[in-house]
């Protein structure tokens, strides 16, 4: 069985002068590619069991677009770990998923969104822009069987 993980990085954000971080929206050009990139997902009928997503404010904005976009009409967590998290902490909260999901998004930040890419397979994305979108498969059966290096990008 193939288990797919889509990694997406939120859409550009306005610049964080005079607020939290935390607190920072999209951009009309963030809101646009995230639109844009709905329109090609939905084109590809590209199929999501379940998006995890960082509770900030852009990135519950670009989920919001997306899953407008692409008739999402799934289960969505906002996870505040996501917020700031690690590797690790991004790799356990895919690794401990339900084996009756076989395909996730993960909408998050950076470094940890690309440095977890990373981990997981053999490329170096470490810079991933704003908006960008991965895919990763891995073969296997249950999601904590995938180990460092194991996903493939496609």
Same mark, same amino acid.
């Given at each position: 069985?193939?288990?797919?993980?889509?990694?997406?990085?939120? $859409?550009? =954000?306005?610049? $964080?002068?005079?607020?939290?971080?935390?607190?920072?929206?999209? !951009?009309?050009?963030?809101?646009? !590619? %995230?639109?844009?990139? =709905?329109?090609?997902?939905?084109?590809?009928? #590209?199929? #999501?069991?379940?998006?995890?997503?960082? /509770?900030?404010?852009?990135?519950?904005?670009?989920?919001?677009?997306?899953?407008?976009?692409?008739? *999402?009409?799934?289960?969505?967590? *906002?996870?505040? =770990?996501? *917020?700031? =998290?690690?590797?690790?902490?991004?790799?356990?909260?895919?690794?401990?998923?339900?084996?009756?999901?076989?395909? #996730?998004?993960?909408?998050? +930040?950076? /470094?940890?969104?690309? *440095?977890?890419?990373?981990?997981?397979?053999? !490329?170096?994305?470490?810079?991933?822009? /704003? $908006?960008?979108? %991965?895919? %990763? +498969?891995?073969?296997?059966?249950?999601?904590?069987?995938?180990?460092?290096?194991? $996903?493939?990008?496609?």
């Amino acid at each position: 069985m193939v288990k797919k993980l889509f990694l997406l990085r939120h $859409g550009h =954000a306005v610049s $964080g002068f005079n607020m939290r971080d935390y607190d920072r929206t999209l !951009s009309q050009e963030g809101e646009q !590619s %995230i639109a844009a990139l =709905a329109i090609q997902l939905k084109a590809k009928e #590209i199929h #999501i069991d379940q998006i995890i997503c960082s /509770p900030s404010i852009r990135t519950m904005q670009t989920c919001n677009i997306l899953t407008t976009g692409i008739n *999402y009409e799934g289960n969505v967590d *906002y996870v505040n =770990a996501i *917020y700031e =998290a690690t590797t690790n902490q991004l790799f356990q909260l895919i690794s401990e998923t339900s084996d009756q999901v076989n395909d #996730i998004m993960l909408i998050g +930040h950076n /470094p940890g969104i690309s *440095y977890l890419c990373d981990y997981l397979t053999t !490329s170096r994305n470490t810079g991933m822009s /704003p $908006g960008n979108l %991965i895919e %990763i +498969h891995f073969e296997c059966d249950h999601w904590n069987e995938v180990t460092k290096g194991s $996903g493939t990008i496609h």
